[in-house]
């Protein structure tokens, strides 16, 4: 058997150590990319778990909108080593986007006209004033398209993006682009975008799966933080509410007065926090008390500050005024222009002469009181003439209203009251009623006010359980001659004439006829002051669309000036341009419009809009900062808001 030589063994082992050795590198550099994947794996889990926990802030109620915008776009900036993002989120009426934050150094993701390139060559300034103000339509542009079919877009070519294919060559052009849409709970509330420049790496596979992540994530914050928004607005609401009903109580009687020879009660239980109903004692002369009771239409707060002033004015009219029609009609006349057509009052309000022991009573298409006569032991509606308060200019409804002696013996009563309890419900939807209404005024009228309220009120809770209801307000006036009063609205039915006397039903036909007559001429008086104030609005707002357009190139004239600034401001381009804007702002102010002072004051959700909240030593906490575009009023309206940035206070940590 042959056998190797000592030389051939030697470059043999020579061979396998350097085999070896080869593959002990490799497998060393193999160990070394893992490492590296590994620790870049590391810092890219680190960075993600870093935002979904700075996204967890947002579930808490004290996140400024500002703060969490900022957060989402520069967190998934820093997972993904984009130059820079955007935040586009769907303004208030959902017709455009409105960027609500956008990182420094961002590349431009929307069309910017050529003018503003050329002055951005100059001035950066000029460029990131634009991309802020700018908003994007439904399918304009790639934000625009991605927010419309809701579906996410990374973009290395720009095939279907012109308005970025342009710029590409640009210093400022984004190479590279990441968008995706805010979808959460079937809302799409805007979108997110990353873009690299020139200068970064185009965006991977990988790096797209992960940004989807991230934006289906801020689109569970934002959802939150608009759930925690709300919910914090409805608490200050439900808190200016009850500060409200406080006040209205304070308006109603604390107590019955004490009258010789008559007995009274009252009591106002609204459904909600405030309401429209309304009673009052007003003492008109040594010798007469004025009782009224009032239902504004409608519910809530409109109704309730349409109460006060009403009560105010009544208050005013009746002091040392003996006629109850009289006051209504003084009454109507003054609320008439203030009243808006679509909302009335109805009234009624007698005034008791204790020395005389009399009652009179007006009617202004209140529901008519019910009188108890305890010789007969019978309840009879007092159907007095007359109209609501607010559709008539006051000659329809002077002819209506009239005072009408109301004849009253000893335990006699008489009971106002508010649609409230007649047309309260039960769970099966049937109403109290007129009927229920006089049964227990009959049954417990010998009792005396007190217990007609009580007994008015239980047989009213057992009726309607757990039933949401309206308003229902007690006022019972009860004299032994015993007045009462309780509330809620409409004028009562039509009393059934005797069918078995004609002249009493051609006198049923005839007060059918001259009412329907009557309502005509209300309507086409409500009518013709409604035309008035819609003829008023268009002669004084006539020029709201032109100056909405002014005020635009006013915004871009601006921006050319800042630019032109850079030329030195003694140059003649300079100065020409803010000889024209002083002109444009002259023009402006001569037909109504006035700009809104922002920077140093304090934060007004009403005048001002917040793009963003920063840290200042020098602003203190909740006040502007800076303006990013200029808001201004048109005579009594607001045109547009300023968009501001608000201070957050000196160090306040982000």
């Known amino acids: 058997m042959a056998t190797l030589s000592p030389t051939v063994l030697f470059w043999l082992l020579i061979a396998c150590l350097a085999l070896w050795i080869f593959t002990l590198l490799q497998q060393r550099r193999s ?15 680190t960075l993600v778990f870093d935002f979904l926990h700075g996204l967890g802030e947002a579930f808490s ?49 929307v069309d910017v006209p050529s003018h503003i390139l050329q002055q951005a060559a100059a001035t950066q300034v000029a460029l990131e004033s634009f991309l802020k103000l ?35 060559d640009s210093s400022f052009g984004a190479t590279s682009v990441m968008v995706a849409p805010l979808l959460y709970a079937k809302q799409n509330m805007g979108v997110l975008a990353l873009a690299n420049s020139r200068l970064g790496a185009p965006f991977s596979q990988n790096d797209f799966v992960v940004f989807k992540s991230i934006a289906e994530q801020s689109a569970f914050a934002l959802y939150n933080a608009i759930i925690y928004s709300e919910a914090n607005e409805k608490k200050r609401l439900d808190h200016d509410l009850e500060i409200a009903r406080d006040i209205q109580r304070i308006l109603l009687p604390a107590e019955s007065p004490r009258v010789t020879g008559f007995e009274i009660n009252g009591m106002n239980i609204p459904a909600r926090q405030v309401s429209g109903d309304y009673f009052d004692y007003i003492k008109v002369d040594d010798e007469r008390l004025g009782v009224a009771i009032a239902d504004v239409s409608g519910k809530g707060v409109p109704a309730s500050l349409i109460m006060a002033i009403c009560r105010s004015v009544l208050r005013s009219q009746a002091v040392a005024n003996p006629s109850p029609a009289d006051v209504l009609q003084k009454v109507n006349r003054q609320l008439y222009p203030d009243i808006k057509e ?70 006699d009563c008489i009971l106002l009251y508010t649609d409230g309890i007649t047309e ?95 309502r005509t001429q209300a309507d086409f008086e409500n009518y013709k002051k409604r035309c008035a104030r819609e003829k008023d609005d268009a002669i004084k707002y006539a020029n709201k669309s032109l100056l909405e357009k002014l005020v635009s190139i006013v915004d871009h004239f601006e921006l050319g000036l800042e630019a032109a600034r850079g030329e030195g401001e003694k ?11 002083k002109q444009f702002r002259d023009f402006l102010a001569e037909n109504g419009l006035q700009p809104i002072e922002a920077v140093g004051q304090k934060f007004d959700p009403n005048l001002h809009e917040a793009i963003a909240h920063q840290p200042s030593e020098e602003v203190p906490e909740e006040h502007v ?15 547009r808001p300023s968009t501001v940035v608000v201070s957050s206070g000196p160090g306040t940590k982000k």
Request: proline share 6%; charged share 30%; aromatic share 6%.
């Open 31 to 45: 160990i070394r990319r893992l490492e590296r994947s590994h620790e870049e794996m590391q810092i890219e889990e």
């Open 571 to 581: 140059s003649p381009i300079y100065s020409g341009m803010s000889l024209v804007l």
């Open 134 to 168: 700018h908003t994007v339509g439904n399918g304009e542009g790639l934000l625009g398209r991605v927010w419309q079919t809701a579906a996410p877009v990374c973009s290395n070519e720009f095939s279907e993006a012109p308005e970025l294919a342009k710029l590409r």
């Open 342 to 411: 679509d909302m009335f009052i109805s009234m009624a309000y007698l005034i008791l002469d204790h020395a005389r022991s009399a009652v009179t009573l007006a009617r202004a298409g209140h529901d008519a009181p019910l009188l108890y006569s305890d010789k007969v032991q019978t309840v009879t509606p007092l159907k007095t003439p007359g109209m609501v308060v607010g559709i008539d200019s006051g000659d329809v409804f002077d002819r209506l209203t009239k005072d009408v002696a109301v004849p009253l013996e000893r335990d």
């Open 625 to 639: 900062i800076t303006q990013t575009r200029r808001g201004y009023r048109f005579k009594d309206r607001l045109l």
């Open 424 to 518: 309260a419900l039960d769970s099966d939807g049937n109403e109290f009623g007129l009927e229920r209404t006089m049964k227990a005024f009959r049954e417990t009228a010998k009792q005396g006010a007190q217990a007609i309220v009580a007994r008015l009120i239980d047989d009213l809770r057992n009726f309607v359980g757990a039933t949401p209801q309206n308003d229902f307000d007690c006022d019972p006036k009860d004299m032994k001659k015993t007045p009462i009063t309780e509330s809620e609205e409409p004028a009562a039915p039509a009393e059934q004439p005797d069918g078995d006397d004609p002249v009493a039903g051609m006198q049923a036909d005839l007060d059918r006829f001259r009412d329907l007559a009557m």
């Open 61 to 109: 109620e004290t996140i400024r909108p500002g703060d969490l915008h900022r957060l989402i776009v520069e967190g998934a900036t820093r997972v993904l080593d984009a130059q820079g993002g955007a935040l586009y989120l769907t303004e208030r009426t959902g017709s455009k986007l409105t960027p609500t934050f956008i990182s420094k150094g961002c590349p431009p993701l």
